[in-house]
């Protein structure tokens, strides 16, 4: 299947990139490449000398970039990890400070269009969900063995699904008779939960806040997202940014709190670039429709 994805505030980050001949910059989130190409495109203005190191924990998007960025090739370093690994990865790479990291946050439109890997209603397919396929644990090892209340509390917290201890207790039932192995009976049962005169209501299809919060849980996603922002910001040099796309408001959440309690608590070295989040201008909304929910924040290290 042929790697397809549009990357969304390209014009934007490419705004915050500091004006530097020999930049380092890290996409943490590389998917196919499109926001490392552009990075490298724009510095190649500059000079030839920026370096990327381009992460990303799914075996598929690194073989994806690779063949998108071959004319690049001297200058990027693909690494299949996850970017929480980022300052063992720099340490390894013997590199100290960097000049710029991006996280363009969630899934790519493959991930989601790829019938193999488990993310959509869309399509019958195993439940699977993890974006790097060596991790253990799967959405239907999620679905088929936590409790009654974690599940419930993941699809509101995660999904804000408001009928979440309904669908918790189906799936419970559910998979007494059966082990709930394919999106298609997962899909299923998430209808069976609402009355049957819901369905109408719903502006968007009934499994897909369940199927997200699935997918935050199966992959840590904010727990990951938490825990590497003060570490990527002392990895940053002077000038340096750390820009974070994101496409649901517990991450956006996450990334305004935490950039303002750096820039509170250390005045003389972090600054937030962006008081209100940067969003898709009408032209893109019309052509990208993942631009829709993208929201980018950018810290900038004094
Ligand atoms: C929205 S796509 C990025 C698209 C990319 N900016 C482009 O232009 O093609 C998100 C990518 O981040 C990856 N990803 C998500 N969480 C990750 C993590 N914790 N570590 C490394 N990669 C991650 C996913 O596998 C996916 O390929």
Redesign the pocket.
Known sequence: MEFK?Q?VLVKEVLKYIPRKSNGIFV??????????KALLCESKALSRKSKVIG????LE?IFAAKKNLAEFESQITFIH????NIPKILKSQGIDKVDFILL?????SY?LDNPKRGFTFQTDSPLDMR?NQKDEQSAADIVNYYSEKDLADIFYDYGGERNSRKIAKMIVEGRKEKKISTTAELSEIVEMSFPTNYKGKYKINLATRVFQALRIET?N?LN?LKEFIPEAAKLLAGDGRLAIISFHSGEDRIVKHTFRKLEEENKEQYKVLTKKPTVAGDEELKTNPRSRSAKLRVLKKL
């Open positions: 994805h990357p996409d943490g989130t590389l998917g196919g490449g499109g926001h490392s992460i990303d924990r799914d998007a990890d996850n970017y929480s363009d946050l969630g899934v790519s991930q974006m992959n996603e990951i």
